[in-house]
């Protein structure tokens, strides 16, 4: 069985323990907060939260969110195909959201959001989207009729699947 597994704990609860081992082992102070997380096509994942009171430099954040993916994973808490988003909250995050927040209008806030996203044309947008409408349907005319090629396979042509012989005894039927 697996450090950290036991069957009678809730998997998050097993999941926090683990987090906190390593903290302490990496000497990390601070607290850590699992959540379960879904996506639009219900696909599962892990979210970790990590506030501690250390500074954790910006560029540092993906090794740490490395090194507990690893080592959780190693330690048998996380599987290794499941998704895991790490947020670190460090003390310069923590401290500037006891800051007392400002008074920010809502058209500071919109023309801070249009300065940053430059508006696209109407005319743009559609003619971006019937190209894209043109190659989907080309691209789906020569699937359906066999002309379109895989990059990997270059040179090669398309070809239906034949019977493949697998033993002396028989072969595999091609579907």
Not at 143 to 170: C, I, R, W, Y
């Amino acid at each position: 069985m697996p450090i950290f597994a036991s069957p009678k704990k809730s998997r998050l609860l097993q999941l926090k323990q683990a987090t906190q081992y390593l903290m302490q082992h990496i000497r990390m102070s601070g607290n850590c907060e699992w959540r379960t997380t879904q996506d639009e096509s219900t696909q599962q994942g892990l979210l970790l939260l990590i506030n501690t009171y250390h500074v954790v430099p910006m560029q540092e954040h993906g090794k740490l969110r490395a090194y507990f993916s690893r080592k959780l994973t190693e330690m048998g808490a996380l599987d290794k195909e499941e998704p895991l988003v790490v947020k670190i909250r460090d003390s310069r995050a923590l401290s500037m959201s006891m800051q007392p927040p400002i008074r920010v209008s809502s058209s500071d806030v919109a023309a801070m959001l249009i300065a940053a996203n430059p508006p696209v044309s109407k005319g743009a947008q559609a003619d971006r989207l019937a190209e894209l409408r043109k190659k989907l349907a080309e691209e789906s005319r020569q699937l359906l009729s066999g002309e379109l090629v895989d990059d990997s396979k270059a040179g090669d042509a398309f070809q239906p699947p034949e019977d493949f012989q697998v033993t002396d005894l028989g072969k595999i039927r091609a579907r």
